[in-house]
Every structure is written in structure tokens, then in C-alpha cells.
């Protein structure tokens, strides 16, 4: 099994099995997910750091403005089970696309990352597609 889809495969059964925790952090309690976003951008910066890895996500509006997002995600250990890290989330400054979860409470640019998909096409998946 090459690296990359052992990664991917890895970080599928981690989050299978860190179902639980997610309830306990309660995803479901801070963000709509009943509604999902998709927003196009960079990752400006990653906090890397526990409990929740947050992603600053700069998305650029219709009149030139630049909005930044942040984006929590999957706790250090699950990333670093799956084989990832900081520099690989940074993407070398690539275009991305995310699929997110808005808070729930209606902060502004405030999110909770399901999947990041690079210009080049590859992307990591941090929540199952429903």
C-alpha cells in the first residue's frame, strides 16, 4: 500500500475510533452540522497545538478583501497517528478548497474542518462525508 493511502486509511480509522471523543468535545454543540461550506483560499497558519489543531484559512472576497478563517480540526495525537504534519497542512501555500461546518452561534469566520483539497488534488479528510 503506498504511503499517501496508508495515510488516508489511517486517518479513517482513527477518526472511526475517535468517534466517541468527538462527542464528548461535541462538535454538534459548537457548529451547524446541518450545514456544510465550502470556501476557497490559503492556509495562512497552523496552530499546532492540543486540545484541537486550528487552521487560518485566508479566503479572498468579491471586492479584493481577504477574510481569514479559523478552522479547528482533529486533535495532535490523531494527526500525528495519521502520518501528518504542520508543513503538510501549511501546503506550501497552494490554493485550497475546504468542506466546513460554520459555528453554530454564528461567530464569523469561525469553522470546523471536515476536508482540505490542494490545487494539486491531494487532500486530507478529517471527518466522514455524510
Do not use: C
Not at 475517535?18 to 483560499?41: C, I, W
Not at 504542520?86 to 485550497?96: C, E, F, I, R
Amino acid at each position: 500500500m503506498a504511503a499517501p493511502l496508508r495515510r488516508h486509511a489511517f486517518l479513517a480509522l482513527a477518526l472511526a475510533a475517535a468517534a466517541p471523543g468527538f462527542a464528548h468535545h461535541s462538535v454538534g454543540g459548537e457548529f451547524n452540522v446541518h450545514k456544510k461550506l465550502t470556501l476557497t483560499g490559503v492556509v495562512s497558519s497552523v496552530e499546532w497545538a492540543n486540545p484541537h489543531i486550528y487552521v487560518h484559512f485566508d479566503v479572498q472576497g468579491p471586492r479584493g478583501s481577504v477574510a481569514e478563517w479559523r478552522l479547528e480540526t482533529v486533535p495532535v495525537a490523531m494527526m500525528r497517528k495519521a502520518g501528518l504534519t504542520k508543513a503538510m497542512l501549511m501546503g506550501n501555500a497552494q490554493t485550497a478548497t475546504v468542506d466546513i461546518y460554520p459555528a453554530r452561534d454564528g461567530t464569523p469566520h469561525l469553522g470546523y474542518m471536515l476536508k482540505i483539497t490542494y490545487q494539486d488534488g491531494h487532500h486530507y479528510q478529517f471527518a466522514p462525508d455524510k
